[in-house]
């Protein structure tokens, strides 16, 4: 497998505080459990019009807890998200960037700008025809560079074409990133690739790190052990029961729990670790413990 080059933000960041680096974990589901209605095209991203002081509590308790990192509220905030709607991206990112930047008092903490897959994350068939998917995403990644993100969080990804657009985008933009992928229980993407040759792909246009988020544990326990991780990479698991769904997500992995799981994979020094759906705070803080320890 190509390796990824070692040197970049993250892994410096890394070096100097002696471990790897703390993502935060969920926000949307935190905002369900807050009892903020879901919106059918811009998902729990709403919230940045109608309860930005929500969303910097959030942040706040996160970096109190440890995160290193915090991800900007805007997994719908997208091109063809918004599209059907009153709303402009435009506008979302800069009111989701605001928010981020105004929950942080320390330098150091980084901000992860989140670009979604154009479509739903577990949809299988895409509608959307190339030349839409390609202006989605450079639209997208470019509006969250320009407002002020470190690097683009490129999240729950499984589809070829996508996977190719941001990839081929960051590399050429220069753009700083993380491709993390949303992976099977065969492990291949959802357009039907194995993560093999994913992988393989993806480490051969520079991003920061691969990721791995949203799926199973036990899904993540098959691929760190038949994968050779010797590349950047980083996780953040799904917490929730598994079902893969948008609406009235519960926790199913205590904090305790989870940070016992992730013990098990620090042999293979991650880049990064956080939670997905499901989490809190409390996981954050129990994996900062974890790392202290």
Known sequence: ??????????????????????????????????????????????????????????????????????????????????????????????????????????????IAGSNPPAEDCYQVKRTLSNSELEKNHKIHIDLLMQNGCDFILNETQSHLDEIKIICEFCDQKDIPYILSLFIDEELNILSGENIEEILNFICKFNPLAVGFNCIKISTFDKIYKIIDLNFNWGLYLNCGDGTFKNEDIKCAVSPKEYSKLI??????????????????PKHIKKIKDLLNG
């Open 263 to 280: 013990k098990n994979y620090l042999s293979k020094k991650p880049l990064f670790i956080g939670a997905c759906c499901g989490s809190s």
């Open 1 to 110: 497998m190509v390796q990824l080059i070692k040197n970049n933000l993250l892994t410096e960041r890394s070096k100097k505080l002696g471990r790897p680096l703390i993502l935060d974990g969920a926000m949307g589901s935190l905002l369900q459990e807050k009892r903020i209605p879901v919106d059918n095209n811009l998902w729990m991203s709403k919230a940045i019009l109608n309860k930005p002081d929500i969303i910097r509590n959030i942040y706040k308790d996160y970096i109190n807890s440890g995160a290193d990192i915090i991800t900007t509220n805007s997994f719908r905030t997208n091109p063809s998200a918004v599209k059907h709607t009153q709303y402009k991206s435009e506008f979302l990112v800069e009111e989701a960037l605001k928010i981020a930047k105004d929950s942080i008092s320390d330098s150091e903490i980084l």
